[in-house]
Nanobody, 121 residues
Framework: QVQLVESGGGLVHPGGSLRLSCAVS????????IGWFRQAPGKEREGVSC????????YYADSVKGRFTISRDKFKNTLYLQMTNLEPEDTAVYYC??????????????WGKGTLVTVSS
């Protein structure tokens, strides 16, 4: 049975950091392009970052480049998103997802239930 379980969300002040985790069961991380989407209140879901299954390269949305880092632990079968210098605009529910390319919602096969990140003073 496939499961993607996110953790690590919470409330953080602007400029702070959080690390999100996504524990995966039912497939190996290399089997799919895997990464993170987010959805802010009143906005569409957007792709944040992913690791491509084809060559292991990484993608970052322009809004998070230089602040977020995606990584994976193949031994633990867990995906991470290290988020630094957080801004109020980063407030959203963050979803772990796995699927194909391009990194768009329609190309995803599996989704986690999400974890809420709130950036506020």
């Amino acid at each position: 049975q496939v499961q993607l379980v996110e953790s690590g969300g919470g409330l953080v002040h602007p400029g702070g950091s959080l690390r999100l985790s996504c524990a995966v069961s039912g497939f190996f991380l290399d089997d799919y392009t895997i990464g993170w989407f987010r959805q802010a209140p009143g906005k569409e879901r957007e792709g944040v970052s992913c690791i491509m299954s084809s060559d292991g390269s990484t993608y970052y949305a322009d809004s998070v480049k230089g602040r977020f880092t995606i990584s994976r632990d193949k031994f633990k079968n867990t995906l991470y998103l290290q988020m630094t210098n957080l801004e109020p605009e980063d407030t959203a529910v963050y979803y772990c997802a796995a699927g194909g390319e391009p990194w768009e919602s329609y190309a995803m096969d599996y989704w986690g239930k999400g974890t809420l990140v709130t950036v506020s003073s």
